[in-house]
């Protein structure tokens, strides 16, 4: 790893994930602007070196400054971290001057025009060099200080190492990648089985349903991130596999909890009262309309989205999952 | 699947696992012998319709006779299930008459010899048929009548046919397959990663540090199944993926629980004095003497051995295990 020399970069989105990966940046030595939708919360964050909303009791160094000013908080960044939920991607990019380099920290696909974070990134500016980061990295843990690992996916190699230095710290190693499609895809469909996994778990259905569906799981985001042009080895290391399980054992990531609740009978409507707005949920509605289209099969997230979508009863869809024809596994 | 005609089966091993898939044979109306190594332990199981001892609360039906008497309980047997501590295969095949097939359940390796139970079967019985069953089945649950899925290896496509039937039911999946030394491989291996898992669980390392070390156990899993010819799908497969999730996301595995007292400080003799004895335990040791032996890379396994035979501190381990060098991941 090349130790990066200072740089000034900017995180767009003060959420849980946003803030955590701001103050490690900031720690490494960069000077951060993070950005955040509501100027009160940005000033809170500068006063009270802490957001207390999405990341209590992480300290925030002094080279860490918060705004609600878009185009203040990327002037000068030589690169941008999107952490913003999916579905905003668009608009936050096309509100932004021209910048050097994206960085997705975004899981999701885009409703309607089933893209992923950076392809809309580079839609919006064709110039810009495209990263994503993505691993098992609950922030909640990453706050508190303990160990992860992550990967960076960059089609620009140089551009990737670079990135990489800004990240890389004694409790935080990141691995590069050059397949952007498939950290991407994989980092979107692990919300998926994320759901299904805390669904499973709030029927009480046990480790060893919830570890075949976590392994059935694998093999169907396999099939989608090769049908997208992404690479089985992505699949089976940090970005793939090893997000998938810290999602799907976390009582504590938001999409396993929105399938909990949805197993409990919360509707549509109640989980986003409860402001439980998991990225796995307009995910899921992607993922169905473009497996439909083309023709793939994608049991998992065909019985997700009907439970989410057309509220057919958890327990039955997941039995229709256990139940699929024996024969060869493979 | 097809449906099997009533056959008489033998279960060698009543501890939980072997008692839990005799209840699943007696279950499907086959007529089955649970052979136990104490003629107490025999009595007591025929007396009391359960085995209070290692699967309490499982009711045994009447066509499941328990007995300590070897050739009582393989006479007449179609295919005999062993389901005894890998370490004992050997022994207990060898007081064995000749019986036409064997089902391994165990899941390790043979230290010194470093034979996978089917082998070590075949070798005492070369006209023998072999097969072995594995997946994510944490015995209390499919006790608890949880639903769960296995896959099932034999070399014979018309024996692995047969043998699906006796198991296949309403709450427990079989699947085939072909790859008999993968699904071996994994399982054996998979203990020695749910032991790493245990540790770092102990050490209260977190969710993505354990997701790192699944994430890399299974590229090491690979390594080693390839290195002995096994498939890759086995490994991302229930027998592979499957079991390495459930046992290592289940504080009720055995391995697991072993894991986490080493992490406390326990030794090995303390972990004997618990009656603690999980076959990780021995097979990191087999695995690590055939690694030296052959050259081959299989970082996680060296580190658990150094920490259950060398006295190395675990956190160490662990954190020497998550700081090697970064670059592509792959």
């Not at 940005?42 to 992480?58: F, K, S």
């Not at 979107?188 to 009480?204: E, H, Q, R, T, Y």
């Not at 799907?248 to 938001?254: A, D, F, N, Q, V």
């Not at 958890?314 to 699929?324: G, K, N, V």
Request: one cysteine or more.
């Amino acid at each position: 790893v090349t130790q990066a020399s200072q740089a000034t970069l900017a995180v767009l989105g003060a959420g849980a994930w946003g803030t955590v990966l701001a103050s490690l940046l900031a720690r490494n030595g960069h000077a951060v602007r993070l950005w955040a939708r509501r100027k009160q919360q940005a000033e809170r964050i500068n006063l009270e070196r802490e957001n207390q909303e999405y990341a209590p009791g992480l300290p925030l160094p002094a080279t860490l400054v918060a705004t609600a000013d878009l185009r203040a908080a990327v002037r000068g960044a030589a690169a941008v971290v999107v952490a913003v939920p999916t579905q905003h991607v668009r608009s936050v990019a096309g509100a932004l001057p021209d910048v050097p380099a994206f960085i997705s920290a975004c899981k999701g696909f885009e409703v309607g025009s089933f893209k992923r974070p950076s392809e809309i990134l580079g839609a919006v500016q064709p110039r810009a060099l495209l990263a994503a980061l993505s691993g098992p990295n609950l922030a909640r843990e990453i706050a508190a200080g303990l160990p992860a690992a992550a990967t960076l996916a960059a089609q620009d190699a140089a551009f990737t190492e670079r990135a990489q230095g800004w990240f890389w710290g004694e409790g935080f190693r990141v691995y590069r990648s050059a397949d952007l499609t498939g950290v991407e895809v994989a980092g979107a469909f692990k919300n998926v089985i994320a759901l299904a996994a805390g669904m499973s778990d709030g029927l009480g259905l046990g480790d060893n349903a919830k570890a075949t569906l976590v392994t059935r799981g694998l093999a169907e985001m396999r099939r989608l991130a090769e049908h997208l042009g992404g690479h089985p080895a992505t699949i089976y290391g940090l970005a793939g596999l090893g997000d998938l399980v810290a999602t799907c054992s976390s009582r504590g990531s938001r999409n396993h909890t929105a399938g909990e609740r949805v197993a409990a009978g919360a509707t549509l409507q109640e989980l986003s009262a409860e402001r439980l707005t998991a990225e796995g949920i307009p995910t899921v509605r992607a993922v169905r309309d473009y497996a439909l289209e083309h023709g793939l099969e994608l049991p998992i997230a065909a019985e997700v989205y009907r439970v989410v979508y057309e509220e057919k009863p958890p327990l039955t869809a997941l039995r229709d999952l256990m139940a699929r024809a024996a024969g060869a596994e493979a």
